[in-house]
């Protein structure tokens, strides 16, 4: 099928869109350590009863080293060290600051891809690369007055921007080390080994008890656990989107949740859409257009 990884990469933002809404909610009622840890649980358990039901095999244990070497520093990178300073960066100048920040990943990745795997960028891909990150998600997310009370302290601002390196890295790391190797598998090994880092960190810090204070809401389980489906689902299609296609444009295709959470969160939350929030979608879909010149 034509263009199979972009619409991999489509299935990946919509994950993630749906994700964010259920781990808001859940992150609102718990600490977002807490909730980042019962995920990774929750996601390695379902990733392995799906490997099961696909290749016979709950763990990767047909994995290679050179899977588990950069599969592992992936999740280390992206799924510990990104999601840690991302967190922080939550607190310091808040969520919106961040998802701008975070919408330059894919440039980032484009660079990488281009110095570590000899990957290529047309000048329309570039432009439409620009467009989405630069123009359509800026025009979403950015409000003219922050109403949330965060200053850009520099702390903030170099939290996020390590941040944003980071997962950019992770992705790089995850298309070698998933090259030819199951999504699904390559997603649980990430997962494993960002959840064996997350253990040790806990551990250190003495940290166990919001663990299972977290766990005593049951009502709150539900939300992490629908986040953690919606979530697994992405990123296992951007792993099979990532060993079909580009990683530059893999990774901006996938970065397009801010513009497809703005219809999600009009008809299931009741929010009103903003017609600069209808312009930016336009403007990236015109983007997302362009890869397809």
């Given amino acids: 099928m034509i263009y199979l990884g972009e619409f991999f990469a489509i299935i990946t933002a919509l994950g993630w869109a749906l994700s964010s809404l259920f781990f808001e909610i859940a992150s609102k009622k718990a600490d977002s350590i807490s909730v980042n840890v019962i995920r990774l649980f929750i996601g390695i358990f379902l990733l392995g009863l799906f490997s099961f039901g696909e290749r016979g095999l709950f763990l990767p244990l047909d994995s290679t080293i050179y899977n588990w070497k950069f599969l592992g520093i992936s999740g280390v990178i992206g799924l510990f060290l990104g999601d840690f300073f991302l967190y922080e960066a939550y607190v310091l100048i808040g969520a919106k600051i961040c998802m701008l920040f975070m919408t330059m990943t894919p440039l980032i990745v484009g660079i990488f891809g281009y110095i570590f795997l000899g990957e290529k960028l047309t000048f329309l891909q570039i432009i439409a690369m620009i467009l989405i990150t630069c123009s359509g998600i800026l025009l979403v997310v950015l409000k003219p007055n922050n109403n949330e009370g965060k200053k850009l302290s520099t ?15 992770g992705i790089v790391f995850t298309k070698i080390g998933s090259s030819g190797y199951s999504p699904s598998s390559s997603t649980q090994i990430r997962m494993i080994c960002a959840l064996v880092v997350f253990i040790i960190f806990l551990s250190i810090k003495k940290q166990w008890g919001k663990i299972f204070h977290t766990l005593k809401n049951k009502q709150n389980l539900l939300f992490i656990l629908g986040g953690t489906v919606t979530a697994t689902v992405g990123i296992t299609f951007l792993v099979a989107a990532l060993n079909l296609g580009n990683a530059g444009v893999i990774s901006t295709i996938s970065s397009t949740s801010p513009i497809i959470i703005i219809p999600i969160s009009h008809f299931v939350f009741k929010d009103k859409i903003k017609i600069k929030e209808i312009l930016g979608a336009c ?8 890869f397809f010149l």
């Fill in 155 to 169: 702390k903030g601002i170099a939290f996020i921007t390590t941040a944003t390196i980071f997962e950019a890295i």
């Fill in 283 to 290: 403007i990236s879909v015109f983007g997302i257009a362009l």
